[in-house]
């Protein structure tokens, strides 16, 4: 790939040093909870399983924005415009990353409904019902942007440093939104006002205290997870 110089402005070079602390962080963080998460045969449960899905993903992501800033790093300290070859690939596995990250969460919420609601029908929160919808995920997660790349609407942003799809409207920008965020974030959002409905029934009700205390538990955790999906749309949507 040909490179040409640009004025590079002088808070870029702290912007990309600190992208470069905070994935750090994320690669040590998920590592040390994955290590965990292995050696502990107390965590080696479904839900534990979920989470270190969730961890996994994080670390991928993150691996993969530490090797997009670091080239961003290198380009802006040599003040060129430079897409290297692995540029669209780090763009695919970024993508699919976002997508696997916050289908973990996704699973994490379904998994917790279940849980409360459908709680004597043991295969679906059993290790081996969570374990082959880890892997039908990956494969779709894997999978789903290959249109995007195809139809070649994944391009180098010389202002950026990256390769993204361009921020305009478009099939791809829709798609990618839709899948990455929309889809996953709605079927979460549904379930937690599923389980708010579900406890609300079940407090006009004469049940068993234990029950009720479980929905409630659930529908915490997944109250925990609608919070850190609002903060990724946050962060992501821009």
Partial sequence: MNSSR??????????DILNIICNSLIIELSSVLLFVLALD??????????????????????CCMLSMYLNTLKNDLKQIQFQDSLCIFRAYITYVSGALFMNSLLLQAIHRY??????????????????LIIYLTWIFASLHPMPVVFIGDIHYDADNQM??????????????????????TSFITFIYFQL??????????????????????????????????????ILGFP
């Fill in 6 to 15: 640009l004025n590079v402005e002088y808070w870029f070079i702290p912007i």
């Fill in 41 to 62: 045969k107390i965590c080696h449960t479904a839900s534990m399983m979920l989470i270190g899905n969730t961890c996994l993903s994080a670390l991928m992501s993150g």
């Fill in 114 to 131: 279940f849980t409360a609601i459908y709680r004597t029908r043991l295969y679906f929160q059993s290790i081996q019902c969570q374990f």
């Fill in 163 to 184: 390769c993204q799809i361009h921020l305009e409207f478009s099939f791809s920008t829709i798609y990618m939104s839709l899948r990455n965020y929309g889809i996953p």
């Fill in 196 to 233: 708010i409905r579900y406890i609300h029934q079940m407090s006009t009700r004469v049940i068993h205290a234990t029950t009720l205390f479980r929905a409630k538990k659930e529908l915490k955790m997944v109250q925990y997870t609608v919070i850190l999906v609002v903060i990724s749309i």
